[in-house]
């Protein structure tokens, strides 16, 4: 089992930045792939950003790049989505969620951290 707590959300002006960070414990944090979904009200989850195990390589989706950036720290046992230049429409509850098997059905997820982008 993989247990993901996410913190760092919160309401910030369009333009601002934010920071979540996603905290994981239990099995070996490093040999999992991780990432960033969304989901705004009325809305279907969407992926964000992800990054594999060995930091070899990122992904992100159009709406998003070049604004936020994913990172981890194997050592902390945590991954992070730094987000600049926010705008309205990146308002939704972000979850982090971890795989060793792709991200169709990624086994594990947070509970999620609430982001408001304010106009």
């Known amino acids: 089992q993989v247990q993901l707590v996410e913190s760092g959300g919160g309401l910030v002006q369009a333009g601002g930045s934010l920071r979540l960070s996603c905290a994981a414990s239990g099995r070996t944090f490093s040999s999992y792939a991780m990432g960033w979904f969304r989901q705004a009200p009325g809305k279907e989850r969407e992926f964000v950003a992800a990054i594999t195990w060995g930091w070899i390589s990122t992904e992100y989706a159009d709406s998003v790049k070049g604004r936020f950036t994913i990172s981890r720290d194997n050592a902390k046992n945590t991954v992070y989505l730094q987000m600049n230049s926010l705008k309205p429409e990146d308002t939704a509850e972000y979850y982090c969620?971890?795989?060793?098997?792709?991200?169709?059905?990624?086994?594990?997820w947070g509970q999620g951290t609430q982001v408001t982008v304010s106009s």
């Open positions: 969620a971890a795989t060793n098997r792709g991200w169709t059905d990624p086994p594990y």
